[in-house]
């Protein structure tokens, strides 16, 4: 496992820009990560990943040219950089890895959900007030 805690969540105004990152107890280079988010009563949802050199990103629907997912592996981190955020994008947000990239690609696709990957952190809350 790779531990990993989340922060940068926080309330925010609709229409206001938030910047989430994940700090990694340990090597992360070999890990595809992603950022996945659960609101209360509803299934969690992948709003992105990121391969593991950063070259290959996915993005839900519901948050393309909002948000902006990277990484950096010297450092251990990735972001998430959330811009014009809209009271559904209410949620707590996760920090997940797994060492296949694909297996993050089917959880922001809404096939699986991204407590089946191999590590995720504690969660951040973000609630975008209207």
């Known amino acids: 496992q790779l531990p990993l805690v989340e922060s940068g969540g926080g309330l925010v105004q609709s229409g206001g820009s938030l910047r989430l990152s994940c700090a990694a107890s340990?090597?992360?280079?070999?890990?595809?990560m992603g950022w996945f988010r659960q609101a209360p009563g509803e299934a969690s949802e992948g709003p992105s990943c990121?391969?593991?050199?950063?070259?290959?990103?996915k993005y839900a629907d519901s948050v393309k040219g909002r948000f902006t997912i990277s990484r950096d592996n010297a450092k251990n981190e990735v972001y998430l950089q959330m811009n014009n955020l809209k009271p559904e994008d209410t949620a707590v947000y996760y920090c997940?890895?797994?060492?296949?990239?694909?297996?993050?690609?089917?959880?922001?696709?809404?096939?699986?959900?991204?407590?089946?990957?191999?590590?995720w952190g504690q969660g951040t809350q973000v609630t975008v007030s209207s």
């Open positions: 990121i391969s593991s050199s950063g070259t290959s990103t």
């Open positions: 340990g090597d992360m280079g070999y890990y595809a």
């Open positions: 997940a890895g797994d060492l296949s990239y694909p297996k993050l690609d089917k959880v922001v696709a809404g096939i699986t959900n991204f407590r089946s990957l191999i590590s």
